[in-house]
């Protein structure tokens, strides 16, 4: 599962018990589930089915997550995965014969075949309820995710827009198109008609769109910021016109972490942002600036990359190496920082979860 999935549910005892799952989708897939009134059965059941495939996914998760680090999927356990996810896939399909114009549903069991990997049954599924509910953002949204990342690329533009046309109020679609557009900029400038440096004012306009709705939202303002590490200057004619336009993307980097650290709330997060404030006064040649935010970086988790930029910014002037720091051991998975400065930029936004009807 995406950092957008992680942690577990914890459906809380409740009256209304639509109204709690609702909740929890869209604490999961970040988006608004109306609240459909619990004396429907039709409704009733469809959410028994989703906590069925909610279920199920975590379980399955569970049995995997207890195999020793390196440890194949033995017979026994793969008959059990099995069974338990064919249980649910005669769930669906029993459902979908009994409500034959449920669109919610088929885009639930396409998202519960793409969890199994059967991802070519999964965009038939959304394409079909795609024609059946063509008012549902969530299925443009997953499918042109699916096209972003599969192809056609072509696809992914316009049903990208077609996701924000009918819920412009959803950031995450901003986010998607806007990195959609960076990542794929030959396609973008076939698609809008323009150049590169079109491209680049494109994307940062739908960036723009999507952290005015979520404003407080660290991890994207850090995708966003992560971008302008492979934003190209302004072509130029001269080089004092070639210096400003280098000068200008690295303000507007400068500019982008300066906002990320007013959102951080952890220390290492602090400490992860100063390592881009360094990188990118480096690139400005402000070595006092740049030593201040590197002389703040304490955390372990950080050493390595702290030692990168320090011999960077050494050489840069001209000075002799540092001693190399004895090697500490490596941070796990949980503690490693998600955005270094040597991620790659735009973040993965076009692979967000599929949402759920």
Do not use: C
Request: no cysteine; charged share 25%.
């Amino acid at each position: 599962m995406s950092d957008v999935l992680a942690g577990a549910l914890t459906l809380l005892l409740a009256t209304n018990k639509t109204a709690v799952l609702n909740s929890a989708l869209e604490e999961r897939a970040g988006i608004s589930v109306p609240v459909v009134a619990t004396n429907d059965p039709v409704e009733a059941d469809f959410q028994a089915l989703l906590r069925l495939d909610d279920q199920v996914g975590e379980q399955v998760e569970r049995w995997l997550d207890a195999l020793p680090d390196g440890a194949e999927v033995g017979a026994e356990l793969k008959a059990r995965i099995d069974a338990r996810q064919e249980e649910v896939r005669r769930r669906y399909l029993s459902f979908m014969e009994r409500n034959p114009k449920h669109a919610r549903s088929v885009v639930a069991y396409g998202s519960f075949l793409g969890d199994i990997g059967d991802e070519f049954a999964m965009v038939d599924q959304w394409e079909k309820a795609r024609s059946m509910d063509p008012s549902n953002p969530a299925v443009w949204n997953n499918l042109a995710g699916h096209y972003a990342h599969r192809g056609p690329i072509e696809k992914a533009f316009p049903y990208f827009e077609k996701a924000i046309e009918l819920k412009p109020t959803e950031a995450q679609y901003w986010h998607s198109l806007g990195t959609v557009t960076y990542l794929f900029r030959r396609d973008s400038e076939k698609y809008y008609g323009v150049d590169e440096q079109g491209v680049f004012k494109k994307a940062f306009e739908f960036y723009a769109k999507a952290t005015a709705l979520r404003p407080l939202d660290f991890k994207l303002a850090s995708d966003v910021a992560q971008t302008w590490y492979g934003v190209k200057p302004a072509p130029a004619t001269n080089e004092v016109a070639r210096k400003a336009a280098e000068l200008a993307v690295i303000e507007s980097g400068l500019s982008a972490w300066t906002n990320v650290m007013r959102l951080a709330s952890l220390d290492e997060e602090r400490e992860g942002v100063r390592l881009h404030l360094a990188r990118w006064q480096i690139k400005a040649g402000r070595w006092a600036e740049a030593r201040t935010h590197l002389d703040a970086v304490t955390n372990a988790v950080h050493s390595v990359v702290k030692f990168r930029l320090e011999r960077t910014w050494r050489e840069k002037q001209g000075l002799p190496p540092a001693p190399v720091p004895a090697p500490l051991p490596a941070p796990s998975p949980a503690t490693a920082p998600a955005n270094g400065p040597g991620a790659s930029p735009g973040g993965n936004a076009a692979a967000d979860p599929a949402e759920k009807p």
